[in-house]
């Protein structure tokens, strides 16, 4: 779409706004009840797209791509009605007669510019609560997957109007030409680094910004861990969509008593899910490639700049854009490959000779998207939970979390800000509003209207000592 037609677009949602935010609760659980039946019947041409783009097996796209939206639409449709609902809140004593609601209302235009990595699922995630939340929204994907570009064009033409639901397409100057409209809230996945400029173009308009940013997720395996099940489970983890997802066990910080243990038990995950050997890894149709020349370059230079001991793995291949799975030992915690996301299948596994240490060392970077704990011992959990802070997690699990409608999602700081997912979403797109009614003619406060006579500074001390 050319770059003056925006305006023109954003014009036209800005006539609408009033309209779509007049919705009630029937007409928007149909909105998302007829979204729910295109991506079912449309099921064969997303798993095309992504197996176009990633070359990504159709059993990961129905996982990771379709459920986590249907289950998003799925919360909005049994729950909708209920967060529409004006809800009541006590009445402090002070105001007897009075009566508090919060309602929520749409904030109007929402901007969700969404990243490659899980295309349909992060265009279509934030979409499904800025719909229930009763906004207009125009979605700006990334230019590196054209084939789920395709795809989402075609699904969202076919059920909203464009003055309702827009999708452009673009590169760098298209995302920076829709920030300089005034939108009321913008909602972007991607780096830290776009994330400083998405939150810029924001202040300009004071707009509310939700920013899922990244980071570098660690994964801290104590010595009385299950270990067989926390390999298996770091390296599904690790697997997904080649590495490229954003809450993904970034490095392992393990108790040095079970380090071999687990770079075993590891190199054994990673050979049943994907072959036994270098040969089976690479025709795996399970795993998925690198998503552009540019990342495999990138991938390549923290791989072979690492400095370390290539435990498993290690092989590449560029015109493919093929990485294995590759465990990485003896890592330099200076060394290139922990100083930024890897965003590929390259796992780092570090020994600290206890839980204190590597507290000590996630507490020196900065606050993750996600972290990981396994330890058999409840209290052990609960205490590494207490001592460090991350926008999310699991205990003895990975990534489920972010699947979790019930859960909110997002990052702190550094990773980001604001929260998604279900209830938290629709919050999100949503304006808390603060409704006092009064109920009765007489109030108390009337009683410490001027002017400020003895009786007034009297009752003036009655409520702050007893109300």
């Not at 023109?8 to 009033?18: D, G, I």
């Not at 690790?238 to 393990?254: H, I």
Request: proline share 6%; with cysteine; hydrophobic share 45%.
């Amino acid at each position: 779409m050319p770059q003056p037609d925006l305006e023109a677009l954003f014009a036209r949602q800005q006539a609408a706004r009033w309209r779509v935010a007049a919705t009630s609760a029937r007409e928007r659980r149909a909105k998302l009840q007829a979204l729910l039946d295109a991506l079912m019947a449309r099921r064969a041409e997303a798993q095309a797209a992504l197996a176009a783009d990633f070359r990504k097996s159709p059993e990961e796209v129905d996982l990771t791509e379709l459920y986590p939206v249907i289950s998003e639409i799925k919360e909005a449709l049994r729950h909708l009605p209920r967060w529409m609902k004006p809800r009541r809140v006590p009445t402090p004593i002070g105001l007897f007669g009075s009566a508090g609601t919060i309602r929520h209302e749409p904030k109007g235009l929402a901007l969700i510019i969404s990243p490659w990595n899980y295309p349909i699922y992060l265009a279509l995630g934030p979409l499904v609560s800025a719909l229930a939340a009763g906004n207009c929204a125009i979605l700006k994907p990334s230019e590196s997957t054209p084939h789920a570009n395709a795809f989402l064009g075609k699904l969202l033409a076919g059920l909203f109007p464009e003055d309702e639901v827009a999708l452009v397409e673009g590169e760098a100057d298209i995302a920076q030409a829709l920030l300089a409209l005034p939108f009321d809230h913008i909602f972007f996945t991607g780096s830290p680094a776009v994330g400083k400029a998405v939150m810029k173009a924001a202040a300009e308009h004071l707009a509310s910004v939700t920013l899922e940013l990244g980071g570098k997720s660690p994964v801290l395996v104590d010595a009385d861990a299950d270990l067989r099940m926390a390999a298996r489970k770091i390296a599904w983890g690790k697997g997904l969509n080649g590495g490229q997802t954003c809450v993904a066990p970034d490095y392992v910080l393990v108790h040095a008593s079970v380090h071999d243990a687990l770079v075993t038990h590891l190199k054994e995950a990673f050979s049943s899910f994907y072959g036994v050997d270098a040969a089976a890894r690479q025709a795996s149709p399970d795993l998925a490639r690198v998503i552009n020349d540019r990342h495999f370059a990138r991938l390549q230079g923290l791989l072979n700049g690492s400095a370390a001991q290539v435990a498993f793995g290690g092989e590449t291949e560029a015109a493919s854009r093929y990485i294995g799975p590759t465990l990485l030992t003896g890592v330099d915690p200076a060394s290139p490959v922990m100083q930024e996301e890897i965003f590929g299948p390259l796992l780092p596994i570090l020994k600290v000779k206890d839980m204190d240490e590597a507290v000590t060392f996630v507490n020196a970077r900065p606050k993750p998207l996600a972290l990981y704990v396994f330890s058999g011992s409840r209290r052990t959990s609960e205490d590494l939970l207490a001592r460090t802070t991350a926008g999310g997690g699991c205990i003895n699990d990975t990534i489920l979390h972010f699947a979790h409608t019930g859960l909110p999602t997002g990052g702190v700081n550094a990773s980001g800000f604001g929260k998604a997912h279900g209830r938290h979403g629709f919050e999100a797109f949503s304006n808390a509003r603060g409704i006092l009614r009064q109920r009765t003619r007489f109030s108390a406060i009337q009683l410490m209207y001027p002017p400020y006579t003895g009786f007034v500074r009297r009752m003036v001390d009655l409520t702050l000592k007893y109300f």
